[in-house]
């Protein structure tokens, strides 16, 4: 997601918990996929856009404390709840366009 996006910074796999919630605490938009990272963000109040698998229902783990915008595709296997998917993750089949259009929605909201 952040190749090529000015001013982004990837961190996947970079950060202990501590670091992570220091940078998350600071983001102005964060974009992650439905994890941790997302809860923590939520629980600093930091704007999210989570990129949600159909693993769950999005009703029960969508952030609930900040601004947010949870993007998903519904397919017919959702809730799956598996670790591996059979159907190439369809429910992520999201275009970066979309992604970069909803942080820029929740960028332009004023906290």
Do not use: K
Request: with cysteine.
């Amino acid at each position: 997601v952040a190749d090529g996006v000015p001013g982004a910074v990837a961190l996947a796999g970079g950060l202990g918990l501590g670091d992570l919630a220091a940078a998350l605490a600071g983001a102005e938009v964060v974009v992650a996929n439905n994890s941790g990272g997302v809860h923590l963000a939520d629980a600093l109040g930091a704007p999210v856009v989570e990129l949600f698998a159909g693993t769950e229902t999005v009703d029960q783990y969508r952030p609930r404390s900040t601004r947010a915008e949870v993007l998903t595709r519904p397919v017919a296997c959702s809730p799956c709840r598996q670790l591996v998917c059979p159907f190439d993750q369809e429910c992520l089949a999201i275009p970066p366009s979309e992604v970069v259009a909803a942080a820029r929605r929740l960028r332009a909201v004023p906290v």
